[in-house]
């Protein structure tokens, strides 16, 4: 069974399906939760994220990334305390190392927003070394994900589903240009 049908009617998966999954992304907070959100789903159930997500925000300062690239070991020591997040020291570190490379991407492109744009359209192959050599803990499957919640890849609904629909009308940046095949 597909995404589109499985996450209705679910307390969970709904909303998050039918209001966030695939739907264009640019705000730098919501860019950055989808980030480490993706990264603690490694290994986990989505269901298990979703059910913890007011929680990470809470522990994350509401996923603002000056904030988070300024954590230190007292705030690192914090997090992997927290029973209410996944308390997982690689992915801590990549979430706090993450913020700080955000905030590069913004002082050289203006924005993490303009820098995904600014190498959009790529190959799915091609967006995963991106972010390998970008990012920390990022393989395929979680740099997959990622670019499929922000509209970055197609494929997040069925095209029977009622919110493709919506989504087509958001124009999302798969849409807009053809995907290349070569690499960078």
Known sequence: MS????????????????REYGFPV??????????????????????TILAKRSSFRVAYDNFQVDRVANYGSRDRDRLLNDAAIVRNRLKIDAAIENARRIRQLRAEHGAFAAWLAGHHPLSKPDWV??????FLFTGGEIT???????????????????????????KPPWMTTVTRKQST
Request: hydrophobic share 35%; glycine share 8%.
């Open 129 to 134: 070394k991106l972010f390998k050599k970008t």
């Open 144 to 170: 997959g994900e990622f670019l499929l919640s922000i509209g970055y890849l197609p494929g997040a609904h069925e095209k029977t589903c009622p919110v493709f629909g919506k989504i087509v009308r958001l």
């Open 3 to 18: 995404y589109c049908q499985i996450a209705p009617q679910h307390p969970l998966h709904g909303p998050y399906h039918e």
């Open 26 to 47: 640019s705000d730098e907070s919501a860019l950055f939760e989808r980030l480490v959100l993706e990264i603690n789903q490694a290994g986990l159930s989505w269901t």
